[in-house]
């Protein structure tokens, strides 16, 4: 509890340094505190370049944190989040400290000098940073410090976007991928203390202005639904082009990778100059959209060039995250939408803006697939409540249909396009690649499904196992019984007419004799009882007994 309340203070801090670097660096190179506010007029520093700065703007932001990330810290280029991923589920939570500092520095001047990216990305890895140093320090065990690096992107988020419960929900859902009350009570310890801080610094105030919005028609909830399809699509889209564009610099880049963030701000600079509403993280552009500020074409002109300037951004080594993009992307697809069936529909429709508020959370919703957070976070950013039932059906559409669409996210994509699976073995791990059918068990003797379940409990206190594999009277695998189950049911209704274990039967998540090993311990470890069956992977009848024992022979068979 201490070292969370500790780490949310050193996100809290970090964060407030963090967004003061982005204004200074902001200020420095275009003359205002958010050029996207005013696009297109002069820089004072420089009057006599007119508006034609924002080509030089990328190019020296680009001298400048190129040859820091180089030489400090390379893991601070890109969008960061799938960097502290990557660093929970197979570094044990290790973050090098110099992290912090170097993403700071760099993810502001890429921000500052008109990179097209947003704060999420470096505020969770750098509060992620924090949390890791602090773990080094305190030596504390591998769980807690996965925790604490969980509690630093939470209390980042919260400080950052004034939004405590987001910052919980992104820290559970996306970095750690599991929700316990331990896990609960640590991040809100830190994201408490990281927004009383926040709070302290910018002011307890929506980070969006945005108009009231209410839905006055049942048939908007159709429109709504279809928004949250589209929306997946989009998303889904916009990860494809951010990686496309990355691999085409990767592809035309030859030279020293310093200074490929000089020279391809060169490209990025004439995106600024055609549309300068792409300038920095683009918030002004995002709530002018939702009030019904553009016209339809200038709004899908803007998603195009929003995906196209982020995608710039990350592909010549920018530092930055792809939260804020997608929610802009969004903004400008639901207003689109939004104007859309105004024009078809005037009399059902309703606003244009709920439209813009929904398209933000299901973008997001829809790249990155994390459908708690969309919502809570959207509900905390506008201070909208209004609109939180089509919002919560957009996004459970947008990422029902972008996990039918692809098995990756936005952020995970990244990674495994570098050979590397969240949920597989970290390289050179002594249990990974086997199959499962190297190291079973025999499959124990089933359990009829009409098993009364005082005979069920004798027979596996007998077994040796904490779960038995179930049959039904035609011998078809139906599912496993575990001992806890049987003996909630004895205590639970000891005078009962007798049940069955038909009755109790579970079925687990299916585990292939051909699945590889580091997947299934996954299932296994989910597993209620203390082991799962083994399927053929053609007929899907058990062949074997896949335990936590079976599983750690394989660091013999490999030996």
């Known amino acids: 509890m201490v070292l969370a309340v500790v780490v949310g203070a050193g996100a809290g801090v970090g964060s407030v340094v963090f967004r003061w670097c982005i204004t200074a660096f902001t200020h420095v190179f275009s003359g205002q505190a958010d050029y996207a506010a005013s696009p297109g ?13 924002v080509l030089l703007a990328p190019v020296l932001g680009g001298l400048l944190y190129g040859p820091l990330v180089n030489r400090f810290a390379r893991e601070a280029r890109g969008h960061g989040v799938p960097e502290v991923m990557l660093a929970v589920a197979q570094r044990g939570g290790r973050i090098s400290p110099k992290v912090a ?26 509060g992620s940073a924090l949390g890791s140093t602090l773990g080094r320090i305190t030596k504390v065990t591998e769980h807690r410090m996965k925790l604490l690096v969980a509690c630093g992107a939470a209390g980042g988020i919260a400080a950052t976007f004034n939004a405590p419960l987001a910052g919980v929900f992104f820290a559970m859902e996306l970095i750690l991928g599991t929700f316990s009350t331990e896990v609960f009570g640590a991040t809100v310890l830190a994201s408490v203390t990281a927004s009383v ?9 929506a980070f969006l202005t945005l108009p009231a919005f209410h839905v006055a028609h049942l048939a908007q909830y159709g429109l709504f639904a279809l928004l949250g399809v589209v929306a997946a699509v989009v998303g889904l889209g916009f990860a494809r082009v951010l990686y496309l564009i990355e691999d085409a610099c990767d592809w035309a ?8 963030p000089a ?45 196209l300037a982020t995608s710039l951004t990350i592909g010549i080594g920018g530092s930055g995250g792809v939260f804020a993009p997608s929610l802009f992307i969004g903004a400008m697809l639901g207003s689109a939408y939004g104007a859309g069936v105004h024009h078809l529909l005037p009399g059902t429709a309703g606003s244009v803006g709920a439209y813009a508020l929904v398209g933000m959370g299901a973008v997001f919703a829809g790249a990155a697939r994390a459908p708690i957070t969309a919502v809570v976070i959207l ?12 919002l919560m059906l957009a996004i459970v559409l947008a990422t029902a249909t972008s996990r039918l669409l692809t098995r990756d996210t936005i952020y995970t994509l990244k990674l495994r396009r570098r050979g590397i699976d969240l949920d597989g073995p970290a390289p050179g791990a002594r249990i990974g690649a086997q199959q499962v059918s190297s190291v079973m068990d025999p499959l124990p003797s089933p359990l009829p499904a009409s098993t009364e379940l005082a005979d069920a409990a004798d027979l596996l206190s007998l077994s040796g196992y904490g779960a038995l594999p179930v049959v039904d009277t035609d011998g078809h695998y139906v599912g496993v019984v575990t ?22 039967t579970e079925m687990p998540a299916p585990v292939p004799a051909d699945q590889p090993l580091a997947q299934a311990v996954h299932t296994l470890l989910s597993a209620a009882g203390t082991g799962v069956p083994v399927l053929d992977p053609t007929h899907g009848r058990p062949i074997g007994w896949l335990s936590h024992q079976s599983a750690l022979r394989a660091v013999h068979t490999t030996a």
């Open 197 to 205: 801080i926040g709070r302290a610094a910018f002011g307890d105030v």
């Open 101 to 126: 500092v170097v993403k700071t520095l760099a993810s502001a001047l890429t921000i500052g000098s008109g990179g097209s990216v947003g704060r999420e990305g470096p505020i969770v890895q750098i």
């Open 41 to 53: 007029t002069d820089n004072p520093y420089v009057p006599w370049l007119g508006p034609y700065f």
């Open 263 to 307: 020279l391809g701000g060169l490209a990025l600079g004439l995106v600024l100059l055609a549309l300068p509403q792409m300038y920095g993280v683009g918030y002004p552009v995002l709530e002018k959209a939702t009030a019904g500020g553009y016209a339809v074409g200038f709004l899908l002109l803007l998603l195009v060039g929003k995906v």
């Open 483 to 504: 001992a806890r189950a049987i003996a909630e049911a004895l205590t639970e209704q000891p005078d009962a007419v007798p049940a069955v274990v038909g009755s109790l």
């Open 379 to 390: 509900f905390e950013l506008t201070g909208e409540y209004s609109i939180i039932l089509p």
């Open 253 to 260: 880049w030859r030279g020293p990778e310093w200074l490929r």
